[in-house]
């Protein structure tokens, strides 16, 4: 498998050929090793090192990730998980070979380029990010230690930020209402659509607003999901959907969102009434499922327009973080489901099992209490 860009000492260049890129004692060296093939390279590169010590004893940074993947001392994961830590390694690959090309091994990787790295992720992330980073990596340096010959931990020490999170907020009444309007109004084009789609992206609203759907089952939602006999909506989440575990949602459909998705206009032909639970096919929003699957990208890009068109601020600026953190997109749909449930005496375990969270402790992440019903809460207890 080709090399991924910046991760070790070898890179391929443009012709196929690897080149063996060493940093040694503080000097850089480029050599070409004339050779497609990755294991001749390889072992060229090896007698290389040979003479200054760093030979076969040692683990390459190259060859990290897959040691790690290979190795029986870590944890079985899923897929996705799996990909999320290489994300993490492949950035801390990275960022080592641009400023320490010295170190071209497990071993070499010192404490102090451990802090001078985490001193760069601290500017950038918020803590949670910060804080997952340090995990894995600690956890890769751990799981490899033996085979790598680490003698100290140059993880030893190191401390987990608190939380400093900002959580998506929900959206007011008059929000939502500016919101639905200006999905009516605003000109944007759906993939593969010559024709202006504005309800489409009204309903994606309405959707987000009456189901508490995150924005890709949102996009993808199909007709065969939604019983119109039961007046349900039922389909298995897409982020629980890559858990061996994952269970299906069962969603009652809202007078006002029913309304809404019965206004299309294509039917099956044949269809059989309005009892039948069948009686339309395919995507319920075609051209944003369209767009969704080509470009994604796009679908965030046209909400912020809705938006920005709304008056709702989408991100701030937080003290101390160098990009803008969103506050107000289309995930707080998703807040603003929960609370609402929620604030007019729904059980936290209904709500739930509605929005398919694993646990009530997700599900208070996302109840915002309304200060009213607070207030009516306190207000019962009888005066003594």
């Known amino acids: 498998m080709a090399r991924e860009k910046g991760m070790g000492n070898l890179q391929r260049e443009k012709s196929g050929r690897w080149t063996m890129r060493v940093g040694i004692n503080g000097k850089r060296y480029s050599r070409s090793t004339r050779t497609t093939d990755r294991e001749k390279a390889e072992r060229m590169l090896q007698r290389f090192l040979a003479p200054f010590g760093l030979g076969e004893h040692r683990l390459p940074l190259a060859e990290v990730w897959r040691e790690y993947v290979k190795s029986p001392y870590r944890n079985d994961l899923a897929k996705a998980t799996l990909d999320s830590k290489r994300a993490v390694w492949m950035h801390f690959a990275r960022w080592m070979e641009e400023n320490h090309l010295e170190v071209g091994d497990l071993a070499g990787v010192t404490a102090d380029a451990i802090a001078e790295y985490l001193a760069c992720v601290r500017a950038e992330v ?54 639905l309007e200006a999905a009516k109004k605003v000109k944007v084009e759906c993939e593969g659509e010559q024709r202006n789609c504005s309800s489409e992206w009204h309903k994606l609203i309405l959707i987000g607003i009456y189901t508490g759907l995150r924005l890709g089952d949102c996009c993808r939602l199909d ?65 944003i499922a369209a767009m969704y699957r080509g470009a994604r990208w796009q679908v965030s890009q046209q909400l912020k327009r809705i938006f920005k068109a709304a008056n709702i601020t989408t991100s701030v600026r937080i003290e101390g973080r160098r990009n803008l953190t969103p506050e107000a997109t289309f995930h707080s749909l998703r ?18 099992s509605i929005v398919g969270h694993e646990s009530t402790a997700m599900t208070r992440h996302y109840y915002h209490e309304n200060i009213n019903a607070l207030k009516s809460a306190v207000s019962a207890i009888p005066t003594l």
Request: a neutral charge; proline letters at 6%; aromatic letters at 6%.
């Open 335 to 352: 807040h603003t489901f929960v609370s609402f449930a929620a604030n007019a005496g729904v059980s936290l375990h209904i709500v739930q």
């Open 126 to 179: 918020c803590a949670t990010t910060y804080n997952n980073r340090v995990c894995v990596l600690r956890e890769i340096f751990h799981v490899l230690a033996k085979k790598a010959g680490l003698e100290d931990d140059p993880w030893e020490g190191v401390k987990l930020r608190p939380d400093d999170s900002h959580s998506r907020r929900e959206l007011t009444m008059d929000e939502l209402r500016r919101l």
């Open 223 to 287: 007709w065969s999901q939604i019983n119109l006999a039961e007046e349900v909506i039922q389909l298995v989440p897409t982020k629980t959907k890559r858990h061996a575990n994952g269970r299906p949602v069962t969603i009652p459909v809202h007078p006002a969102l029913g309304a809404a998705l019965l206004e299309r206009e294509a039917k099956v032909e044949g269809g059989c009434g309005q009892n039948c639970s069948t009686v339309f096919a395919g995507p319920v929003l075609p051209g």
